[in-house]
């Protein structure tokens, strides 16, 4: 059995970014301090799982189309009990849930950070 420890995305401003992961998904930050070789890096998740975001600090480039670039991320999901106060708390936020859609075996949406990262928020039944 295999289970997905973390996901490591740059981002333009970890602290910001951990910030408003802790307030929609009620998670916290497990380990935050100056990456490997350079930047800053934020883990923020629960006891089992994480989302690691990194800065690089320097001059970024713009992101193209991740669903057409190789090695891309297209999007992350988080599964959540109640995807109606969710879908508030990103609201709360300022981001705009998109592609709301009830299929079996539940319900979802999508929305993109202030980075442009599509996160997609799933309920199952």
């Known amino acids: 059995m295999a289970s997905l420890e973390h996901v490591n995305m740059t981002v333009s401003d970890p602290k910001a970014t951990a910030a408003w992961i802790e ?10 301090g100056p990456g490997m070789q350079t930047g800053y ?13 990194f800065s690089f600090q320097k ?17 992350w999901a988080v599964v959540v009990d109640d995807i109606d106060a969710t ?11 998109i592609n709301h859609a009830d299929y079996e075996p539940g319900r979802r949406f999508y929305f993109h950070d202030n980075d442009g990262i599509e996160i997609e928020v799933v309920q199952y039944d």
């Open 59 to 75: 001059g970024q480039e713009p992101k193209s189309d991740s669903y057409i670039t190789k090695g891309g991320l297209n999007h």
């Open 23 to 32: 307030r929609v998904f009620n998670w916290h930050i497990r380990w935050e």
């Open 41 to 53: 890096t934020v883990h923020v998740g629960d006891d089992t799982s994480y989302v690691a975001l």
């Open 87 to 97: 879908e508030e708390r990103v609201k709360a936020e300022g981001f705009t849930p």
